[in-house]
T-cell receptor
C-alpha cells in the first residue's frame, strides 16, 4: 500500500505571497491532519479533516486554512506569508480515532 | 502549554546497549500514546504505540512502558544499533481525538 504523499517537497516563496500544499493520504484513510515543524516550536497541530469537514483546529492564525476533497486528498493554504512561516509542513493520515497516524515526507517551505 | 514533555534533548549510547527515552504528560484525558522516529527533512516514522489499558507493549527491539499514575512513559530500545540514531518524538491523544500532541523530541546518537 502506498504511503502518504506530499507535493511539492520543497518550496521557496517571498513574504506576502500565498502557498498551497497538497497531501494524498494512504488509500482507505479518511482522516488527514496537518502539522507544522519548526526548530523553536517543535511539531504543532494545524488542523484535521474527515469526510471533507474540518473537525479540529490548532492555535494558528486564520492565514492558515485547508480543505479536503471527496477522494480524501487534502490541501492547506497559507496566505500573506511571513518569514516565521518557514517550516516543514507535515501531513498525516489515519483510518479512525486512535489508530496510528502515518506521516508523509513533508513539504519544506522557505519564506524569504 | 506543552502537554507532552521530553526533558532530555539528547541521549548518547554505545552500540549494543539499551537506550531509554522518557516522556511525561500533563493531560489526564490522554489515553493513547505513540513513539515516532524522525530523520532530518523526513516525516516521522511510527515506531510503537500503547493504549492506557496496558502498561507495556513490545515490538521487536522496542518496548514502551506506561505508568498512568505518574503520567509517564518510556521507550526502551535493546540492543541499540547505529541506524537508531535519529530524533525520537513522544506523542499523545485523547479518546476520539485525531489531534496528536508532541513532545519536543530526544536526539539519540548510537556510538560504535
Amino acid at each position: 500500500k502506498a504511503g502518504v504523499t506530499q507535493t511539492p517537497r520543497y518550496l521557496i516563496k517571498t513574504r506576502g505571497q500565498q502557498v498551497t500544499l497538497s497531501c494524498s493520504p494512504i488509500s482507505g484513510h479518511r482522516s488527514v491532519s496537518w502539522y507544522q515543524q519548526t526548530p523553536g516550536q517543535g511539531l504543532q497541530f494545524l488542523f484535521e479533516y474527515f469526510s471533507e469537514t474540518q473537525r479540529n483546529k490548532g492555535n494558528f492564525p486564520g492565514r492558515f486554512s485547508g480543505r479536503q476533497f471527496s477522494n480524501s486528498r487534502s490541501e492547506m493554504n497559507v496566505s500573506t506569508l511571513e518569514l516565521g512561516d518557514s517550516a516543514l509542513y507535515l501531513c498525516a493520515s489515519s483510518s479512525a480515532p486512535q489508530e496510528t497516524q502515518y506521516f508523509g515526507p513533508g513539504t519544506r517551505l522557505l519564506v524569504l | 502549554d506543552q502537554q507532552v514533555k521530553q526533558n532530555s534533548p539528547s541521549l548518547s549510547v554505545q552500540e549494543g546497549r539499551i537506550s531509554i527515552l522518557n516522556c511525561d504528560y500533563t493531560n489526564s484525558m490522554f489515553d493513547y500514546f505513540l513513539w515516532y522516529k524522525k530523520y532530518p527533512a523526513e516525516g516521522p516514522t511510527f515506531l510503537i504505540s500503547i493504549s492506557s489499558i496496558k502498561d507495556k507493549n513490545e515490538d521487536g527491539r522496542f518496548t514502551v512502558f506506561l505508568n498512568k499514575s505518574a503520567k509517564h512513559l518510556s521507550l526502551h530500545i535493546v540492543p541499540s544499533q547505529p541506524g537508531d540514531s535519529a530524533v525520537y518524538f513522544c506523542a499523545a491523544s485523547a479518546a476520539n481525538d485525531y489531534k496528536l500532541s508532541f513532545g519536543a523530541g530526544t536526539t539519540v546518537t548510537v556510538r560504535a
